[in-house]
């Protein structure tokens, strides 16, 4: 796993999760996104595991990146809009032939 990113802003400290390469509409290449979450006890208790699970997404291991991706939406008060997107995407490669140059990219679109 990459390095925790750390940010303080106006004495909050904030760490960065990795939500996935990323392409932008319009765009060719793909960036790295990351979303700036509150380095706090709660957000803690999934960040890890959040990491884990797209570790294993990225690597084709769907089955183990699901049961991590289900385990942050458990922890998490409100759930996980990320982790339910992989789920998503985990239930949609299921459902179909992987392609044999798939990448785990998330493109936008207006």
């Keep these: 796993m990459k390095k925790t990113i750390k940010l303080t802003i106006n004495n909050c400290e904030f760490i960065c999760r990795e939500v996935d390469d990323l392409i932008v509409e319009g765009k060719r290449n793909s960036v790295k996104g990351f979303e700036a979450i509150l380095n706090n006890e709660d957000n803690r208790k999934w960040f890890d595991i959040f990491h884990k699970g797209l570790k294993y997404y990225t690597s084709k291991e769907f ?3 699901k049961a991590e991706f289900s385990k942050v939406i458990e ?10 997107l992989h789920l998503n ?4 490669i299921l459902n ?5 140059n ?4 998330i493109e936008t679109r207006k």
């Design 96 to 100: 179909s032939n992987l392609p044999k």
């Design 63 to 65: 089955i183990d990146a």
């Design 75 to 84: 922890l998490k008060f409100n759930g996980d809009n990320l982790s339910e």
């Design 102 to 105: 798939w990448q785990p990219i």
């Design 89 to 92: 995407n985990y239930h949609n």
